[in-house]
C-alpha cells in the first residue's frame, strides 16, 4: 500500500510539472521562454553528469567537453555542408559517445579526485583542441550562423515557442530514458558500485565494465544536450567546453541532488535563472555563483531535493 501510495505521489507531481512547462509558452512573454529552453538544454546536460557523479560516484569534471563535440558536429555540419537535422544530431551524439569510448579506459580504472583530475584533464584537451584547430572550429572565433533546424512538419523552429516545444521534447524523452536507465538492473549495479565497489566486485560484477558503460553513456546524452544547444545559440566556440562549463555542469548537479535526475534538472533551472540574472547585473556573477554554492554546501550538502526527499520522510516517520 505504502508502495503504491509513493508511486501515485510521483505521478502526480510528474503530470502537474509536465502540464505547468506545456502551458508555460501560453502565459509568459519570449524571454521566459527562451530562458526555460535553455534550462531544459542544460538540464539534460546536468542528468547526464548525474549518471556518473550521482548513480556511479564518479565526479567527472571534463563533461563539458563532449557537450562541445555535439555543438561543434552541428556548427561544422550545418554550416559548412548544409546538412539537416538528424544526420547532425546523429553526428553529435556518435562523436560524443566515439570520444567517451576512447577516454573511458583512460578513466574508470581509477576513482575518487584521481578520476577527477584524469576527467578534467581530459576535457581540457578537447578545448585545446577547439582552441588551436583554427581551420576546423574557427579557433576563438567559433563557428556562428548555425541555423535552426527544419523538420519534415510545418514547424518554423525560429519561432521561439516552437523552438521550446520542440527541446521540451528531447528533454522528456532524455528524462524518461534516463529513469528507465538508472531503474534497471544496470542502474541498480551502478548504485551498488557506489556504495560499495569491492563488495560488488566480491559478489561476481564486472565493475570496470559497468562503470565504462555508464561513463559513455553519459557521454552520449551530453552531446545530445550539445546537439540542442548549437541551435539554440547558434554560435559554437571552445567556451562551451572549457573548464567553466564544466564547472556550472557539477554545480547543477550537487545544487539539484545528485542521485535524483529530477534534482541536477532543477539546479540547472536555478544555475541558468542566477547566471541570466546576476549577469545583467554585474560581469563578477562566478563569484555570486560561488557563494551560492557554498551556502548550499553548508546547509543541504546533498542537494536541493535529497533534501527535501530526507524531509518528508522524516515528516512521514514522525507521524
Known sequence: MKILQDLGTKVYWAILGLAVLVILPLLFPAYWVTLVTQMFIFGMLAMSLDILLGYTGLPAFGHAGFFGLGSYAVGVLSTRYAVGFWLCGATGVVLSLAVAAIFGPICVHTGGVYFLMITMALGMCLWGLAFRWVGMTGGDNGISGVPRPELAIPVDLNDPVAFYYFTFIAFALVLFALYLLVNSPFGQTLRGIRESESRMRVLGY?????????????????????????????????????????????????????????????????????????????????????LVYVVIILYTPQGLVNYLIARAKSKNGSE
Open 206 to 290: 564486472n565493475t570496470w565494465f559497468h562503470k565504462y558503460l555508464s561513463y559513455i553513456i553519459a557521454g552520449g546524452f551530453a552531446g545530445v544536450s550539445g546537439v540542442f544547444w548549437a541551435y539554440y545559440n547558434a554560435f559554437v566556440s571552445p567556451s562551451d567546453l572549457d573548464i567553466i562549463a564544466t564547472m556550472e555542469a557539477f554545480f547543477m548537479t550537487i545544487l539539484g541532488g545528485p542521485g535524483t535526475l529530477v534534482g541536477p534538472a532543477l539546479g540547472a533551472g536555478i544555475i541558468v535563472f542566477l547566471k541570466n540574472f546576476i549577469s545583467a547585473y554585474t560581469q563578477r556573477w562566478l563569484i555570486l555563483l560561488g
